[in-house]
């Protein structure tokens, strides 16, 4: 366990960082931990908090000022945000490796803030500065001035990351199929900008030179050659192991834990309910309160179909793992500054004027990681007959829930265009109706929340907090 003050990796924010072994494997998991606070109610249990797929526990605690997990220590709550294998500070074999591999993903993290969160920054006090000066509208040599300095941004960005890839390389050829994934999605990339009439082409040659770098991303990171893990890895293996370790710290007297899971953290959480359900144990889980979350996407429409067609190819070409967070670094600029050529992406995050610009940009930047693409192929039974299946497809996780005797409160955003409602809610009716708390959180005429905007949207605090906590709460009981 790590302490504030202690020689440890600055990223993490919490008072501790504990360290969870995981049976049968090597991996080391991270719980985040934030102690109650002195001031408020003792509580009876410990709350767990899962985050959503490709994340880490950054998104639980973006600042002092913006911080679910914070909030919920403060509420009295022993608060503790697990990174599950392969997200964040949780690592893979013993201490020297583990520190060498953060180090490395320390780096690539720094030169990525550094280079385009701290450029992009400075663009955007240029382009304030311009407004305020009386000009709403951006001139075409301005927009081809902006696009130069995207060109600076990303030829930065991509040295740096050159720098520290070009140390001790994996097998030459292996994971060609992640290559050929890379130079795909490149093409697709250039499609989308070439089909912009108003876009200058000076950024052709930017898409060649950070697909090239990104080319020997994989041949760097051992992590990658062993993404072979699932959902179903999660729920049977890390989600027990942080638990008991969790009970093991804090001792609550009738052996429970709250949850909170955000998107995939709230997948997570019904189908350990389903699955107890169906084999005749207990949970060890007080209550659960889920964010955007459901086994069954079905009926919505949602905007993860989107990437449905990518599923054939990824299983046929055997892609080991799908880089989130490299692209998202790679499209923030894109969807946040003129010409806002990926500027629905936002939308995909928060709702207008619903997250402040700086705490945008570190969501962004800094939440994202590589996920193996076992895992995608596993979450995309959402969208199946039947809803979420294990992994042997046998297995349909909604079939049980109703089962389940554990208080629930699912929670949607109005503009949520990952889970809508009609998703949350295609969930929510399966689960009787007098354990099941169901709240869209949204106005006609704003606020509106979108995905993110549940766990870090400016008004959250005020709006959606407390209904956690006052639901939190009342089932604490021992």
Same mark, same amino acid.
Request: proline share 5%; aromatic share 10%; glycine share 6%.
């Given at each position: 366990?790590?302490?504030?003050?202690?020689?440890?990796?600055?990223?993490?924010?919490?008072?501790?960082?504990?360290?969870?072994?995981?049976?049968?494997?090597?991996?080391?998991?991270?719980?985040?931990?934030?102690?109650?606070?002195?001031?408020?109610?003792?509580?009876?249990?410990?709350?767990?908090?899962?985050?959503?797929?490709?994340?880490?526990?950054?998104?639980?605690?973006?600042?002092?000022?913006?911080?679910?997990?914070?909030?919920?220590?403060?509420?009295?709550?022993?608060?503790?945000?697990?990174?599950?294998?392969?997200?964040?500070?949780?690592?893979?074999?013993?201490?020297?490796?583990?520190?060498?591999?953060?180090?490395?993903?320390?780096?690539?993290?720094?030169?990525?803030?550094?280079?385009?969160?701290?450029?992009?920054?400075?663009?955007?006090?240029?382009?304030?500065?311009?407004?305020?000066?009386?000009?709403?509208?951006?001139?075409?040599?301005?927009?081809?001035?902006? /696009?130069?300095?995207?060109?600076?941004?990303?030829?930065?960005?991509?040295?740096?990351?050159?720098?520290?890839?070009?140390?001790?390389?994996?097998?030459?050829?292996?994971?060609?199929?992640?290559?050929?994934?890379?130079?795909?999605?490149?093409?697709?990339?250039?499609?989308?900008?070439?089909?912009?009439?108003?876009?200058?082409?000076?950024?052709?040659?930017?898409?060649?030179?950070?697909?090239?770098?990104?080319?020997?991303? &994989?041949?760097?990171?051992?992590?990658?050659?062993?993404?072979?893990?699932?959902?179903?890895?999660?729920?049977?293996?890390?989600?027990?192991?942080?638990?008991?370790?969790?009970?093991?710290?804090?001792?609550?007297?009738?052996?429970?834990?709250?949850?909170?899971?955000?998107?995939?953290?709230?997948?997570?959480?019904?189908?350990?309910?389903?699955?107890?359900?169906?084999?005749?144990?207990?949970?060890?889980?007080?209550?659960?309160?889920?964010?955007?979350?459901?086994?069954?996407?079905?009926?919505?429409?949602?905007?993860?179909?989107?990437?449905?067609?990518?599923?054939?190819?990824?299983?046929?070409?055997?892609?080991?793992?799908?880089?989130?967070?490299?692209?998202?670094?790679?499209?923030?600029?894109?969807?946040?500054?003129?010409?806002?050529?990926?500027?629905?992406?936002?939308? %995909?995050?928060?709702?207008?004027?619903?997250?402040? &610009?700086?705490?945008?940009?570190?969501?962004?930047?800094?939440?994202?990681?590589?996920?193996?693409?076992?895992?995608?192929?596993?979450?995309?039974?959402?969208? %199946?007959?039947?809803?979420?299946?294990?992994?042997?497809?046998?297995?349909?996780?909604?079939?049980?829930?109703?089962?389940?005797?554990?208080?629930?409160?699912?929670?949607?955003?109005? &503009?949520?265009?990952?889970?809508?409602?009609?998703?949350?809610?295609? /969930?929510?009716?399966?689960?009787?109706?007098?354990?099941?708390?169901?709240?869209?959180?949204?106005?006609?005429?704003?606020?509106?929340?979108?995905?993110?905007?549940?766990?870090?949207?400016?008004?959250?605090?005020?709006?959606?907090?407390?209904?956690?906590?006052?639901?939190?709460?009342?089932?604490?009981?021992?």
């Amino acid at each position: 366990m790590e302490k504030r003050g202690e020689k440890r990796r600055s990223i993490c924010t919490a008072d501790e960082l504990h360290r969870v072994s995981v049976s049968n494997s090597d991996w080391k998991l991270a719980l985040w931990r934030y102690l109650p606070s002195p001031e408020a109610p003792v509580r009876n249990h410990p709350l767990l908090l899962l985050s959503g797929v490709a994340t880490n526990a950054i998104g639980y605690d973006l600042s002092p000022e913006s911080s679910f997990a914070r909030y919920m220590s403060a509420q009295g709550f022993d608060t503790w945000t697990l990174e599950v294998r392969g997200a964040g500070l949780s690592t893979l074999g013993d201490r020297v490796e583990e520190d060498e591999c953060l180090k490395n993903f320390s780096e690539i993290d720094s030169a990525i803030n550094n280079d385009i969160g701290e450029s992009s920054a400075a663009f955007a006090s240029e382009v304030r500065q311009k407004k305020r000066g009386g000009s709403e509208a951006i001139t075409k040599s301005e927009e081809m001035r902006f /696009t130069v300095r995207f060109k600076e941004i990303f030829k930065s960005m991509s040295e740096r990351l050159a720098g520290f890839l070009n140390r001790d390389s994996l097998d030459e050829g292996k994971d060609s199929a992640f290559v050929s994934q890379i130079k795909d999605l490149n093409r697709r990339l250039r499609a989308i900008i070439e089909g912009q009439q108003s876009f200058p082409a000076q950024l052709s040659e930017l898409q060649d030179r950070f697909a090239a770098t990104l080319e020997e991303f &994989q041949k760097q990171y051992e992590l990658i050659v062993k993404c072979d893990w699932d959902f179903d890895h999660y729920l049977e293996e890390d989600i027990p192991a942080a638990m008991e370790y969790i009970k093991a710290q804090c001792q609550p007297r009738d052996g429970k834990l709250l949850a909170i899971g955000h998107s995939m953290g709230g997948i997570l959480l019904y189908a350990k309910l389903s699955r107890c359900c169906f084999d005749g144990k207990d949970s060890g889980l007080a209550s659960i309160v889920t964010l955007a979350s459901s086994l069954d996407y079905t009926p919505s429409r949602s905007s993860l179909k989107l990437l449905l067609p990518l599923a054939k190819p990824t299983q046929a070409l055997n892609i080991p793992v799908i880089p989130v967070g490299p692209l998202m670094a790679t499209a923030y600029p894109l969807a946040s500054y003129p010409p806002y050529v990926l500027s629905w992406l936002n939308s %995909q995050i928060s709702a207008q004027d619903m997250m402040d &610009q700086k705490l945008f940009e570190k969501l962004v930047l800094n939440n994202f990681g590589t996920v193996p693409s076992k895992l995608l192929l596993q979450l995309r039974t959402v969208f %199946q007959e039947g809803g979420l299946r294990d992994r042997s497809g046998t297995f349909f996780y909604k079939d049980h829930i109703y089962k389940s005797k554990v208080p629930v409160l699912a929670v949607a955003g109005d &503009q949520d265009l990952i889970c809508p409602p009609e998703a949350v809610y295609e /969930t929510v009716k399966l689960i009787p109706e007098e354990l099941v708390t169901y709240k869209v959180f949204g106005e006609p005429d704003g606020p509106h929340y979108a995905h993110y905007d549940l766990v870090g949207g400016r008004l959250a605090a005020d709006q959606l907090y407390p209904c956690i906590t006052e639901f939190l709460i009342y089932h604490d009981m021992d």
